[in-house]
């Protein structure tokens, strides 16, 4: 009996059933290549929203375009809104240079002067590439002015888990100096 049961783990162990073999998380927020004048205006970074495969803990790659499989041995080690969210303020700020960048609602009592809202709709590997749409507003909170604007990037990618996330980092990163310049 105990034979038994020591020869099915060894089995499941050596299989890959008894875990993921890799985490992979995106929320380290890459040195930015330009820095600009400081924002002296408050920002407030609402919580990303992202597509609901990416709530899953495995990584999601599109077979078709109607289609979504799950890398059983490839998992994010966060939540990628949580995230997300995080990287895009520590990119701000180092941009800008000024840590009065937050996220947002805080529990202050002052509204921030600017209000930055993200919305990712597609995050995901396709064949070779990875693709990145989403959408933008920067509000004003003072005057209520709003600008927006689409976003869309695919960038080349290899079909293992390790290259996606690299590829999914480098199309984020294109996302983040999209609405730095739109700060500027």
């Known amino acids: 009996m105990f034979r038994n049961t020591l020869l099915i783990l060894l089995i499941l162990f050596f299989s890959g059933c008894t875990g993921s ?3 992979y998380i995106l929320s380290n927020a890459s ?4 820095h600009f004048s400081s924002q002296q205006n408050s920002i407030g970074v609402e919580k990303i929203t992202v597509p609901e495969y990416l709530f899953k803990r495995e990584i999601a790659v599109a077979a078709s ?8 041995n490839a998992e994010w080690g966060e939540d990628l809104d ?3 969210t995080r990287r895009l303020i520590s990119y701000l700020q180092k941009s800008f240079q000024q840590p009065r960048i937050y996220a947002y609602p805080w529990g202050m009592s002052r509204q921030p002067v600017l209000k930055i809202k993200v919305n990712i709709t597609r995050f995901i590997a396709q064949n070779n590439r990875v ?3 989403a959408d933008w507003i920067i509000e004003n909170m003072r005057t209520g002015v ?3 604007k689409l976003f869309s990037t695919s960038v080349m990618t290899k079909k293992d ?3 996606i996330v690299a590829s999914m980092d480098d199309a984020f990163r294109e996302l983040e100096a999209s609405i730095v310049q739109a700060l500027r």
């Open 131 to 133: 693709y990145l749409d």
């Open 31 to 34: 040195e930015p290549v330009e």
């Open 82 to 84: 949580d995230g997300l």
């Open 65 to 72: 375009s109607h289609r979504i499989i799950f890398f059983s």
């Open 21 to 23: 073999s890799g985490y």
């Open 146 to 148: 709003k600008r927006t």
């Open 161 to 163: 888990p390790e290259s």
